[in-house]
């Protein structure tokens, strides 16, 4: 295979792909492209296999295990209280709580045997993650679940239950799919309306808003316009925010505590502002839910959704400050396919801007771990024993998905809590500083190493052509193979894409 | 936008392997009445032996390395073990066991390895092999398969130790053999910062920029404790007698195992080496207190231990332009503990004159590293000659092993 070939090979796996695996260089060299697009062509391409909680059970299941938590809690302190007051008058207790959560008292369960719930439904939520990364060939449609479930992201540090599954429900479906579909999928998901404050936005003149206190949010309506998308400064008005946010009023969940149908979505009609609204000057009859769903369907094909979706795809794929023309190829493709985002991708790697051998962008964090754990042997995230403490032939590695994660939270980017609702940021300014840090995980990474890896075979593995002969000197002068392992996923060609 | 970030590389702490250990009692050394202990150190990177251990009665030392030849009389003085060779300043735990004949030296000493590629040179410190190839198990290990366990010291069995991630070469294999990490870590060496950055300077100046910014934010940082910065002198101590004291701590205990291994790593001093004051004393200088911290370690078990220090090759006998040393031949083996008929340096010196250099560069070696090797397996574990010359170190039938080290 000619190196012109293996360099596009490269180019093409690092960044659209999750990075090289040993032979993925040579084995797609003939048509880098080609490779690319029938990534987009396999089928059930971006769902995953594993079988897990819907988020309607995974809140559920929260709501449970924390009101057994908070009644085992008022059961010993009930006991610590009447321990403490023996001879004393008898104290009350507030009952009505309690009765929410009947927990039977008895002996108390052992506490502390692994991650508890919650933590676990993360945890296995991003062990299939992770392993859906570092499996694929090339990973090209991972890296747009990635993209897509930060554009519309939501945060575990508001609802831990649903973070998971709410990727799996509402963005891989339809990350080959229409955009408009995936915006309806995103914007009625129960874990959307509750991270974004709308299961209690109420119309001034609905029955509830009437009878309480309380009104609007807008902070769905308002997120929707600017970062879902239109775009800020996109020409939109305030009193469009606020009619889009009457419009959306309603759109709610059932109380995860409800044990049948507790954490769906459901349309609440006396939270719904009656009436019809204007939102970018067309008007919208009242029809309920189905109001919003129009609203939503027009966003969808805006065009400035166009440019916004396009600016950032490109901005993502290729470069921080992308070349116009490409952004151009990508909005016009999205307006003729009318948002089908599998044609949008297909653009995306056939556009010549696309391939710019500058390799400027700086891999985030998480996608740098995927990268070399891909790169040095495959090794996934494993479920963490509930003791840490283990005899083994000494030789085999691992890398608990718990240390995968406080990793990548410790450099910055925390899975699935990004600190707003914009999402973690997608530029070299970002995240450059943070750079010197991922060295010492480089060094842990290459320690758990198995025998026998050359440094310098890896290099070509992971890099072929694209490494400079600096890159390939200081890899081969390295004191040790773990030194040298360290360096070669810290050298700037596998630092960017 | 600037997002959260570890505030220095310190507080990405990570957990890192550093001993691993045999589990059993070795049973014919146990019939004669002996409990013994015996822990090797791998020291990666090719150790300086002439900075170790100086030849200061050969008449060609001075004009060998000038400035960087260390004297009895000098300006930070050697410490003397006998009439011809001293010890390095930066190692007095070392040179009071040497004293208390706890100590041994064997001088211009090597592997077979006669080239100078660290990664084959390592891999056939620790394989054992007579020549660079890959193989997945360690003399180390395999000398332990070969022993008759006296059974599991540990009656609790699999759960003594936490899994460690870092294993070196020389104790894998077909034994089950424990390990454990420390709950610090040794970050990347300022070593490696400064690898990468020459290479950022080179490729990629924001890369660079960002380095460098953080390693001034980081002496900021640590101002007036400037050598705690991660990678630091201070913190390469700190690590050195964690992972070296740990160690003692198992293999001193009644029930813990008998045999253990660990790897330090940063012994490449091809810059501004420091033999008497700079970055290799201080390496030195922590080698020497972990070295403490294991007889302390090991308390009164430390009459039954050896300890033995290993590197894959040693360094040109000149300095070389940029106040280093490149990799080259021989070096010393370092040997310590309470077992050992101490107080010596086993050298058959070959002189430090051009024409005794090998090739011209190196001191040359006169003794092989598998002798002593397998005179301590031999002696102190009581591993049989056979399989050593076999199956530990195959092809070494004729490397007979050196007798006497152990009393």
Redesign the interface.
């Known amino acids: 295979m000619t190196a012109r070939g293996e360099e596009t090979a490269a180019l093409a796996l690092h960044r659209f792909g999750f990075g090289p695996v040993p032979g993925s260089i040579v084995a797609i060299a003939h048509d880098p492209r080609g490779a690319l697009l029938a990534d987009l062509e396999r089928p059930a391409a971006g769902w995953l296999s594993a079988r897990m909680p819907s988020s309607e059970q995974a809140a559920r299941a929260v709501f449970e295990f924390r009101a057994e938590q908070q009644a085992k809690q008022k059961l010993a302190q009930r006991a610590a209280k009447e321990a403490e007051a023996k001879s004393a008058a008898q104290a009350t207790s507030d009952v009505t709580k309690a009765a929410l959560a009947p927990a039977p008292p008895g002996p108390k369960p052992p506490e502390n045997k692994g991650p508890q719930l919650p933590q676990q439904f993360i945890e296995n939520e991003a062990q299939a993650r992770f392993d859906a990364a570092i499996d694929a060939d090339i990973g090209f449609v991972e890296r747009l679940v990635w993209f897509w479930s930060n554009h519309f992201c939501i945060s575990a540090d508001k609802d831990v239950a649903m973070v998971g599954a709410y990727e799996r429900e509402a963005i891989r479906p339809h990350v080959l799919g229409r955009f408009a579909e995936m915006l309806q999928a995103v914007e009625r998901h129960p874990a959307m309306l509750f991270y974004l404050d709308n299961i209690r936005s109420m119309g001034a003149d609905s029955i509830a808003g009437i009878n309480g206190d309380k009104g609007l949010n807008e902070n769905l309506a308002r997120e929707i316009l600017e970062l879902h998308t239109l775009g800020v400064r996109s020409g939109y008005s305030q009193q469009d925010v606020t009619s889009f946010a009457n419009v959306l009023t309603g759109w709610s969940w059932v109380d995860p505590g409800e044990p049948e149908h507790g954490g769906e979505f459901v349309f609440v009609k006396l939270l719904h502002q009656p009436g019809d609204q204007v939102v970018l000057g067309k008007p919208y009859p009242d029809s309920g839910a189905t109001q919003g769903r129009a609203v939503l369907a027009d966003l969808a094909r805006h065009p400035a959704t166009e440019r916004h979706i396009a600016h950032k795809l490109a901005c993502h794929f290729v470069a921080d400050e992308p070349p116009p023309t490409l952004i151009d190829k990508l909005a016009n493709r999205f307006k003729e396919t009318d948002g089908n985002l599998k044609e949008v991708a297909k653009t995306l790697v056939t556009a010549d801007e696309s391939w710019t051998p500058r390799r400027t962008k700086l891999k985030p964090p998480s996608q740098w771990i995927v990268a070399t754990l891909r790169l040095t042997g495959g090794q996934r995230p494993v479920a963490q024993a509930a003791s840490n403490m283990d005899v083994t032939r000494v030789g085999v590695t691992k890398w608990p998905i718990g240390r995968t994660l406080a990793v990548q939270a410790a450099l910055g980017e925390a899975l699935w809590r990004p600190p707003a609702p914009n999402g973690w940021p997608d530029t070299e300014a970002a995240w450059i500083d943070g750079v010197p840090h991922r060295l010492d995980v480089a060094n842990e990474i290459a320690g758990r190493l198995p025998a026998g890896l050359d440094p310098l075979t890896l290099l070509d593995s992971g890099l072929g052509p694209l490494a400079s002969r600096d890159t390939r000197e200081t890899i081969a002068r390295a004191e040790s193979r773990n030194q040298a392992l360290a360096l070669l996923v810290m050298t700037p060609e596998f630092l960017r894409r | 936008?600037?997002?959260?970030?570890?505030s220095s590389?310190r507080?990405?702490l990570?957990?890192?392997?550093t001993l691993?250990a045999w589990?059993h009692l070795p049973k014919l050394a146990h019939a004669e009445g002996r409990d013994p202990r015996f822990l090797t150190i791998i020291l990666?990177?090719?150790l300086d032996g002439l900075a170790a251990v100086a030849p200061v009665g050969d008449p060609n030392w001075v004009s060998l390395r000038g400035d960087n030849a260390l004297l009895l009389d000098g300006k930070t003085p050697a410490l003397k073990l006998d009439s011809f060779f001293a010890l390095n300043p930066a190692m007095p735990n070392l040179h009071h066991m040497f004293q208390a004949s706890e100590a041994i030296v064997v001088h211009a000493c090597a592997t077979p390895y006669r080239e100078r590629s660290?990664?084959d040179g390592?891999d056939l410190l620790e394989s054992g092999l007579p020549n660079p190839a890959?193989?997945?198990s360690g003399w180390l290990n395999r000398a332990l398969t070969s022993l008759t366990p006296g059974g599991r010291v540990d009656p609790r069995?699999?759960?003594?130790?936490?899994?460690g991630?870092?294993?070196p070469?020389v104790?894998?294999?077909p034994a089950?053999?424990?390990?454990w990490s420390p709950q610090k870590?040794?970050?990347?060496?300022e070593?490696?910062?400064k690898?990468?950055l020459?290479?950022?300077r080179?490729?990629?100046v924001?890369?660079a920029s960002?380095?460098e910014?953080?390693?001034r934010l980081m002496a900021i940082q640590h101002s007036g404790e400037m050598a705690q910065k991660?990678g630091g002198p201070a913190q390469v101590r700190g690590y050195f007698a964690e992972a070296a004291g740990m160690a003692a701590k198992f293999l001193a205990q009644p029930d813990g195992p008998r045999v253990g291994a660990l790897a330090l790593?940063?012994?490449?001093t091809h810059n501004n080496e420091g033999i008497a004051n700079g970055r290799l004393s201080q390496l030195l200088g922590a080698l020497d207190a972990a070295l403490g911290a294991v007889k302390t370690g090991m308390g009164p078990a430390w009459r039954e231990t050896v300890v033995v220090l290993v590197t894959e090759f040693g360094r040109t006998a000149h300095i070389n332009g940029t106040d280093g040393t490149d990799h080259g031949t021989a070096t010393v083996a370092l040997l310590a503990g309470g077992a050992l008929k101490g107080g010596r340096v086993i050298a058959d010196w070959p002189g430090l004159r051009t024409a005794d250099l090998y090739e011209n560069r190196d001191l040359k070696p006169t003794t092989d590293l598998r002798a002593v090797l397998k005179g301590l397996l031999k002696d102190h574990l009581r591993a049989d000659e056979r399989v050593l010359a076999e199956n530990v170190f195959p092809g070494s039938k004729g490397v007979r092993p050196l007798a006497e080290l152990v009393s």
């Open positions: 936008m600037r997002f959260f970030h570890a590389r507080d990405v990570l957990a890192s392997g691993f589990a990666r990177g090719a660290h990664f390592q890959m193989s997945d069995g699999s759960k003594a130790f936490a899994v991630p870092v294993t070469l104790v894998r294999g089950p053999v424990l390990s870590v040794m970050p990347a060496s070593d490696t910062v690898r990468l020459d290479l950022y080179q490729a990629d924001k890369l960002a380095m910014d953080n390693e991660p790593d940063g012994w490449d």
